[in-house]
């Protein structure tokens, strides 16, 4: 299932760049000048999250929240606007935005906070047994929790950083939970070229291992086919 941004920004430059950025990520989005043409949007799609500027004509940012709380929209709302002070923030938080970024930010900083409240708003939607929740690849094993939209693994519910490597492989991993996969294959499936040496493979998992297992001599979750390969247990 698709994911939908809806980007309400009167600087077509700023639109586009964040939709570059979203659009990278995998999601779907549309664009928008004003506030006007923001609400008609929101009213004809299922938007999981707007990211909406505060200061645009025909409509501004604060007037488009409004209207879409008094039409009962519950998904996630990031404001942006080039002020700063404490009361924008606070006009921006009351009338029933999610979250403030400030202009000029870094890409990454807002991308992070999509892939935040997108994770929060669906896992309401689930607690509320609301239909059209934004599909987040996650998945879950045990007490590991892992999600490739937002690149982060809790074990147990605690946070455990990876590097991208050993995310990836991980990640291979838990997606074919009981399959073995050779050495040969994990590194072709994560390196995206032929094998030549599979050293490195050993070294990765024995990493993970220390980072998700309570005893990595004993572990529960990565376990080694003799011979064959590696496999994350059912």
Known sequence: METHILVVEDDAEIREGVAIYLKNQ?????????????????????IHLAVVDVMMPVMDGITMVMKLRDEGCEFPVIMLSAKSEDIDKITGLNIGA??????????????ARVHSHLRRYEKFLRATGAAAAPTLRTYV?????????TA????????????PLEFKILALLMKNPGRVFSAEEIYERVWNERAVSTDTIMVHIRNIREKIEYDPREPKYLKVVWGIGYKIEK
């Open 141 to 149: 094993i045990g007490g590991l929790e892992l999600c490739e939209d």
């Open 26 to 46: 995998g999601y779907t989005v549309h664009g928008a000048a004003n506030g006007a043409q923001g609400l008609e949007l929101a009213r004809q799609l299922p």
């Open 98 to 111: 999610d979250d403030y970024v400030t202009k000029p930010f870094v890409p990454m900083e807002l991308l």
């Open 152 to 163: 982060e693994l809790t074990v147990d519910g605690t946070p455990v950083k990876l590097t």
